[in-house]
Every structure is written in C-alpha cells, then in structure tokens.
C-alpha cells in the first residue's frame, strides 16, 4: 500500500491519500479523540500522539497536528497508522454516519436549498481538494452561517475564503443572502 501526502493552505494540517475509498459518503470531522470513539481509524491516528484532529473525506485522510508537533517527526507514525488500520480491514466507522448540512425549515427553506446546491455542487468539491469541507449551519436574516472542518479549521487563508469567495459566489446567485459567518460547532 502506498500512501500519499500532500500540504494543504493550512500548515498545521496535511492530506493523507491512501489510494483507496476512506468513507462512501460523506465526510466526518473529529477535532479531538473524544469525538473520535466512533471511528477506529480516527482512534488509531490520534494515538499515534500530537495530533489535534483527524478529518474522513471520501478518498483522504486530513491530519492536524497540535501546535508543538513537527511533521518531520510525526508523519512516519502517521502514515503507519493509516496502512495498518487498511490492511487489518476493520471499519473506518462504526455506526452510522450523519447528513452533511444541517436541516433547517421554515418560511425560507427555498433559499436554504439553493444554498445548500450551491455549496454542493461549487464549494465542497473545491474545499475537498485541499483537504477540509465546508457545509451549511443556519441561515437568519441574510446570513449564512458555515462550519469549517478539517484543514479548513483554523486555515489562515480561511475568512479570506469564506468573503471573497464563498460570500460573493452566494450573493450573486441568491439575492437574500448578505454575509456568510463561520460558526464553531
């Protein structure tokens, strides 16, 4: 088994592609080992020590390390982790998994379904490529608010991404939408 590694806009966060499926669908966020419990591969990287979070997309793992931590001196175990839990063949989770957006009804449900499509279909796949998800929170009076996951938790490049890029995306295509916030979940 080979498995890649690749930097992502968040220097505290790397990618890790095992060339192979990690979860059908979906994704699954665990900024700690508690929220870990339900995921024996999340369990076996954040033992191997100095990690601060593991995120499952559908064919990487993304790895935060805590802010002591150097790469050089983790990845290796990283990386073992990773290979051994594959080649074991245990589940990557246990249980099942949970909707990516939040749900939100209500007199402006429409609009919130034309946010969701839009992050579905231009975000999510583009945020995925450097290794995090962005997915939908609430919507109130003109404001989106998005949870970050992944490396894009704590990326520097993160508020610049949410304004300029994913607040302008929405206010072009749907009109009532005036800011996006992120939210901390």
């Not at 590694?5 to 505290?12: C, D, F, Q, V, Y």
């Not at 990516?100 to 279909?121: M, R, T, Y």
């Amino acid at each position: 088994m080979f498995i890649q590694t690749e930097s992502t806009p968040n220097p505290a966060t790397l990618k890790f592609l095992p060339g192979q499926a990690v979860l059908d669908l979906g994704t699954a966020d665990f900024p700690s080992l508690e929220a870990a419990q339900k995921s024996p591969l999340a369990k076996r990287i954040f033992a191997t020590g100095q990690v601060a979070g593991v995120f499952l997309g559908n064919d990487f793992v993304t790895v935060t390390k805590t802010e002591t931590a150097e790469w050089q001196h983790i990845k290796p175990a990283i990386l073992g982790a990773i290979m051994e839990h594959f080649q074991s063949g245990a589940a990557v989770m246990e249980g099942e998994g949970q909707a990516a957006h939040a749900a939100h009804e209500g007199e402006d449900s429409d609009i919130v379904n034309q946010i969701k499509e839009l992050l579905d279909s231009r975000v999510r796949p583009a945020v995925a490529q450097d290794g995090g998800d962005i997915t939908f929170h609430g919507f109130d009076r003109g404001v989106v608010y998005l949870h970050m996951k992944g490396a894009c938790a704590g990326c520097p490049s993160s508020t610049l991404t949410l304004k300029m890029g994913i607040e302008n995306l929405l206010r072009h295509y749907i009109p009532e939408v005036l800011e996006v916030r992120p939210v901390a979940v």
